[in-house]
C-alpha cells in the first residue's frame, strides 16, 4: 500500500513536470497582456458601481504565464492582491481608465486575456462632491451610459494578439458565451457560471474552453489549476 | 544623547501604558455593538452599489475595545479583513441585513458606533439573473430608493446605548457633521474628511470628535491611534 500511494505521487509529480514543461515550451519569451478585477465607474468621490470580481482568476494566469516565462503585463482594477515583481502591472480604476491601459500596451502583444469584469456602464455624470441624502426624497434615479467595450475593440485591431475573452454567467452559459464569441470576433472564450460558490469571489472555478471548432469542459479545481488549464489550451490551440 | 534617547522612549513606553490603563478602567466588562465596513447594494447578482470604505477604521476600534476589555460584537460589511476571535462577528453584506443585525443586537449595550458606511439608496428592483447589455440601448436607468436609516433608527430607541456616528465629508466637514449630530439625536459624531489620502481606503486618518457642547479635533495618526482616542474621548465623556 505505501508502494502505491508513493508510486502514485511520484506519477502526480511526473505529470505536473510535464504539464510545466509544455507550459513554457510555448509561452518562454512570449508576450502576454491579461486584464484582471472588476472596473469601480464613480457615482461620486464615495460611491460606485462595482461588480463581484475578486480579481483571483486572472491573477492566477498572471502568475502562472510569468512562471512558465511570458513577459506579462497586468492590468488590474481596484482589488487588493499582490503580483510577483517580474509581472509589469498597471492598477486602475474605471472601465475607461482600464480601456486607456489597454490601448497603450495591446501592440506587439502575443496575446490578450479580457479576465477583468469590465463594467458594462458608467454614471452618465459623477457628482465631484458627496452627494447629499435628502430629507423627503426617497427615490433617486441614476442615469447610466455604455461604457467602451475593450476586448471588442482588441479584436477589431489589424494587428491583434489571439484575443481570449469571459463569460460569467449566471443562467445559458454555453449560449451567451459562444454568441459573445461570434459577436466580438473572439480567437478563444472562457465560459464561467458564477453563482453562490462559484467564480466570482470563490477559490475553485470551472471553466469552459471554447473556440470556433472546439468546446474544452475543464473539471472543478482551484483557479490555480483553471489558470494551468487555459494557458495550457491556449498553447495547444496556436 | 543617547541618554535622552532612552528617556523619551521610557517617557512614550510611560506614556501608552497610562493611556492603555485608563481604557482598560473604562472599557473593561463594558459591551460595544460597532458597525463597520460599506454595505452592497445588489443591482443583479454580480453587480452592486457600493462605497470606498475599506472597514479598516471600525476594525482598529473593534480591536483596540476588545483589547481594552470590552465585549465587542462587530457588524460587518462585505470587506476582507479578520478580526479576533474574542470579537462576536456578524457578516452582512447589504443595509437591509446591516439593520436586521442591528436589530437583533442593540439591546443591552452600553455603547453602539456606527462606523459603517451604510448606503443610503438601495436599487428598487434588483435583477434575479444579470442584466445582459443590450445591442443599441446606450442608456440605462437605475432607480433607488431611500434605505433605512440604522443609527437614527438606534438613537429613536427608548433603550438605547450611548450612540456614536460618523461623519464622512469631503467638504463642509464640521457644519454638516454637527448637523447630522442634532438632526438624529446621536450622543456624538467623529467628523472625517475623505478625499484622495485621507479617510476612505488609506491608512491615516484624523478625526473631530463633536458633543452637544464640545468639539475636540485629533492629530492626523494612523487608524489604530484614532481608534484609541476615540475609545478615550468615549470615557472621558460618560
Known sequence: ???????????????????????NNYWQGRKLLITAGPTHEAIDPVRFIGNRSSG?????????????GAQVTLIAGPV?????????????????????????????QDCFIGAAAVADYRVK???NEKIKKQDGVD???LELVKNPDIIQWVAAQKDKP??????????????????KLARKN??????NLVGESLGFEAQDNQLTFITNNKVEENPLSDKQ??????????AGNN
Open 186 to 191: 473572439l480567437d478563444m472564450i472562457c465560459a
Open 125 to 127: 455624470e459623477a457628482a
Open 225 to 234: 489549476d483553471q489558470a494551468l488549464a487555459l494557458l495550457a489550451f491556449i
Open 1 to 23: 500500500q505505501i508502494f502505491n500511494a508513493s508510486q502514485e505521487v511520484l506519477a502526480k509529480v511526473s505529470a505536473n513536470a510535464t504539464r510545466q514543461q509544455k507550459l
Open 162 to 179: 489571439f484575443v481570449v475573452g469571459f463569460a460569467a454567467e449566471t443562467n445559458n452559459l454555453i449560449g451567451y458565451a459562444k454568441d
Open 139 to 141: 427615490e433617486l434615479t
Open 56 to 68: 483571483k482568476m486572472g491573477f492566477a494566469i498572471a502568475e502562472a504565464a510569468a512562471k512558465a
Open 80 to 108: 487588493s492582491l499582490k503580483s510577483s515583481p517580474d509581472i509589469e502591472r498597471v492598477d486602475v480604476r474605471s472601465a475607461e481608465q482600464m480601456f486607456a491601459a489597454v490601448k497603450e500596451h495591446y501592440q506587439q
